[in-house]
């Protein structure tokens, strides 16, 4: 009776593994490290930093469209260069270490961004002090200034796209 049970068990144990070899399961998400030092999901990073460029483009569309009007909403120009600066600030916490293709997640970021960080961080800033530079100008309700720092903002995206983002076919 204890070599049945011995069997039963045993053909049950490589029942089971049979099929559990079959079964590959969900594999677990990537993670990373962020600023805070608390590991993070790739996934959302990359949605986070997704979503922060798009507001950025949003709120440069707003500035370029309002600064086109006869008669400049300048509001409407400061509200969209203090969202610029904000979201610009946010820029290098979403792009911990990990959180390129490496890790297995579908990103446009190139390696560039971790291989120079000094470089990735002053194009950055750039953006950040465009931003600044074109609510100086909507406060001022200066067209041309503001003008001018919207050629700086295009520059800054520009270059940073040209260095460390994955170019588009």
């Known amino acids: 009776m204890a070599s049945k049970t011995i069997l039963t068990t045993t ?24 600023a805070s030092g608390e590991p993070v999901s790739v996934s959302e990073t990359i949605e986070a930093r997704e ?6 483009a949003k709120a440069n569309k707003a500035a370029k469209e309002a600064l086109e009007d006869d008669q ?31 890790s297995g997640e579908k990103t446009e970021a190139l390696p ?4 120079k960080p ?10 950040a002090t465009a931003a600044g530079k074109l609510k100086t100008a909507a406060d ?7 003008k001018l ?4 903002i295009g520059g800054a ?6 260095n460390f983002r994955e170019k588009k076919q």
């Open 11 to 34: 053909l049950t144990a490589i029942a089971l593994a049979a099929a559990m070899t079959g079964c590959k399961g969900s594999e677990p998400a990537a993670t990373t490290t962020g």
């Open 72 to 102: 400049p909403d300048f509001a409407v120009v400061g509200a969209s260069a203090t969202s610029i600066q904000t979201d610009a600030g946010k820029i290098l916490d979403l792009f911990p270490k990990g959180s390129g293709k490496e």
């Open 118 to 127: 000094a470089e990735f961080k002053t194009a950055a800033d750039r953006l």
């Open 149 to 152: 720092a919207m050629g700086e």
């Open 140 to 146: 001022a309700k200066d067209a041309a200034a503001a």
């Open 112 to 115: 560039a961004i971790w291989d």
């Open 157 to 162: 995206c520009k270059g940073c796209h040209e």
């Open 51 to 56: 979503a922060n460029f798009k507001a950025i």
